[in-house]
Every structure is written in structure tokens, then in C-alpha cells.
Antibody, heavy 119, light 109 residues
Framework: EVQLVQSGAEVKKPGESLKISCKGSGYSFTSYWIGWVRQMPGKGLEWMGI????????RYSPSFQGQVTISADKSISTAYLQWSSLKASDTAMYYC????????????WGQGTMVTVSS | SYELTQPPSVSVSPGQTARITCSGDALPKQYAYWYQQKPGQAPVLVIY???ERPSGIPERFSGSSSGTTVTLTISGVQAEDEADYYC????????????FGGGTKLTVL
């Protein structure tokens, strides 16, 4: 079964750092782009950025450039999203997604990681 | 930035046809995609490349495109179709390759 499994919920304080993960299985991890999507509480979906684990080519939405870092370790089929200094406004559900080259769309979604930033 | 515009809500009775629109300047040149999100769940792709249906998606889901508007049509709506629906596309320059619409809440009366 093709799936993306994300790390568990996090509760952090403003100013702290954080790295969440997304492990792919059931397919060739290095052959598909992996993206990250933010959903703030009660709000819509926002594309943050995307990485090609095969060569670590990474693209960011202008809205998130400089705010987060996306990386991947192809040896363990895992992608990461990290913050160096969290803000309360980073409180959201974060989904990792697989981009299907044939569809051109995000065909597989992780279960989501809820990040809560509160003092 | 580039925006895709959806109506906030659509309501239909069971068995009727629901139509959800999405408007954007670049839609004549860019494919559109549709996702369904039920409460507490991750989104699911229901339409890709304007009108194609992934395997496992019921035939009652269809998509179409006309000019700067794309439409998701759900024929014979069922109670289980009640969800938020998001369109996705790209701007014409490539600066924003994946943009989501604001989402439409489909209510089955």
C-alpha cells in the first residue's frame, strides 16, 4: 500500500525550533515530489513547498520562503519540514503530500501533523 | 499572488446535482484539480487535469472547464458527499505552481 506516515502532534513554545517528518512507503520514494500543505484551524489549504528526494531539488511558495526549511533523507524515505523559531501563527495542521507525475496533482496525503505553538 | 475563487457554500438535497465553481485568470491555460476533505480527515483527490477521475472515485464526480471557470459536478448527491471541496491550479508564470481555492462547504440537506 502506498502511504505517507507523518510524525505525531507537537506542542511548542514561541521561539522554539521544530522538525516534523513524513515517511513514504509502498513506492519509489526518490521518484516522486513530496510537498507540504498547511491548514490553519478552520481555514483552507495552503501549499508551502516541495522537494524531489532523488536530487533534493526544492521549491518554496513565495509566502513561505525563508520561514521554513524542507529537506529529505532518501536513505530512509523520509521528508522533513522544519522551523528555527516558531510563532503562535504557525499553529496549524501540516500535511505532506505526494505529487503524481501523471496526474499532476497531489494523489497521496499523509494523515497530518498538528503543531500547536503557545506560551 | 494568484487567487482561485470558490463560493463559500453550496447546499443540495440528496439525489440532486451539486455544482461547485472555481474561477481564476490562468485557468484557460492551466489544469485544475479538485480535492474532497471530510471533517477530521486529510483531503482526497477526486478530479485531476480538469475532468479526469482517479481510480476509486465514484462516477458521480465529474469536472469541466470553460474559460476562466472550472466546475466540479456531483450527480445524485449522497449524504456521504457532505464535505469541503478545494480546487487547485497554478498561475500562468509558474511563480505559484500550486494554489488552492478558498474551499466550498457542500451541505446535503
Amino acid at each position: 500500500e502506498v502511504q505517507l506516515v507523518q510524525s505525531g502532534a507537537e506542542v511548542k513554545k514561541p521561539g522554539e525550533s521544530l522538525k516534523i517528518s513524513c515517511k513514504g512507503s509502498g513506492y519509489s520514494f526518490t521518484s516522486y515530489w513530496i510537498g507540504w500543505v498547511r491548514q490553519m484551524p478552520g481555514k483552507g489549504l495552503e501549499w508551502m513547498g516541495i522537494i524531489y528526494p532523488g536530487d533534493s531539488d526544492t521549491r518554496y511558495s513565495p509566502s513561505f520562503q525563508g520561514q521554513v526549511t524542507i529537506s529529505a533523507d532518501k536513505s530512509i524515505s523520509t521528508a522533513y519540514l522544519q522551523w528555527s523559531s516558531l510563532k503562535a501563527s504557525d499553529t496549524a495542521m501540516y500535511y505532506c503530500v505526494r505529487k503524481n507525475g501523471d496526474y499532476g496533482a497531489f494523489d497521496i496525503w499523509g494523515q497530518g501533523t498538528m503543531v500547536t505553538v503557545s506560551s | 499572488s494568484y487567487e482561485l475563487t470558490q463560493p463559500p457554500s453550496v447546499s443540495v438535497s440528496p439525489g440532486q446535482t451539486a455544482r461547485i465553481t472555481c474561477s481564476g485568470d490562468a485557468l484557460p491555460k492551466q489544469y485544475a484539480y479538485w480535492y474532497q476533505q471530510k471533517p477530521g480527515q486529510a483531503p482526497v483527490l477526486v478530479i485531476y487535469k480538469d475532468s479526469e477521475r482517479p481510480s476509486g472515485i465514484p462516477e458521480r464526480f465529474s469536472g469541466s472547464s470553460s474559460g476562466t471557470t472550472v466546475t466540479l459536478t456531483i450527480s445524485g448527491v449522497q449524504a456521504e458527499d457532505e464535505a469541503d471541496y478545494y480546487c487547485q491550479s497554478a498561475d500562468s508564470s509558474g511563480t505559484y505552481p500550486w494554489v488552492f481555492g478558498g474551499g466550498t462547504k457542500l451541505t446535503v440537506l
